[in-house]
């Protein structure tokens, strides 16, 4: 920082693609947040670079209409990845459910909608993997809703439709999710 001024090259910015996906995936949920979520993506660009402060209002147009937001983030997540798949570019990028989770933990998927410093981006990592026993384990670093990023996982991995079971959780450690699959 230079006098109070935020040198864009030190904040996290997000994919316009990644912050219409969400809004997007509110309305078509008929999360209680849709009407706020349709007004704000008004002046969204798909293609534009916004600071991560733009993604934390949006989110919190989420959080602040429920109670147990847990569920909801989850939902939108799933949403957000099925559209991604089946009206975005998913099924050029991905064939089958595991290929999506290599892709998303890899080059390819969260690191192609965030930019800025690791230290302000974090990670997202697949640390285990186990085809045989169907079992990963992703742990993520990145300022994002954890909730969220199950449902990420959940909906990227389904969408393909060659899965017939995942389930993602984090109770033990908030940032490590587990990702079991048939």
Known sequence: MNGGIVDPMDEMQVHGALMVGFAQACVNLNIVAGQDATRFIGGLQINDWYPLSQWEKLQELVIRSYGNVDPIMVKVGI????????????????????????????????????????????????????????????????????????????????????????????????????????
């Open 79 to 182: 949403a957000m990845m099925h559209g991604w798949y089946h009206f975005g570019p998913g099924k050029s990028v991905v064939k089958k459910g595991i290929s999506f989770l290599h892709y998303q933990t890899g080059s390819g998927g969260f690191a192609s909608v965030v930019r800025g410093p690791e230290s302000v981006v974090g990670s997202f990592e697949l640390e285990q993997f186990d085809k045989t026993r169907g079992i990963a384990v992703v742990h993520s670093t990145t300022p994002f809703n954890r909730k969220m990023e199950c449902g990420v996982i959940v909906g990227g991995m389904t969408a393909p439709g060659d899965i017939d079971f995942v389930d993602v959780s984090n109770e033990a450690d908030p940032d490590r999710l587990v990702v079991e699959f048939h």
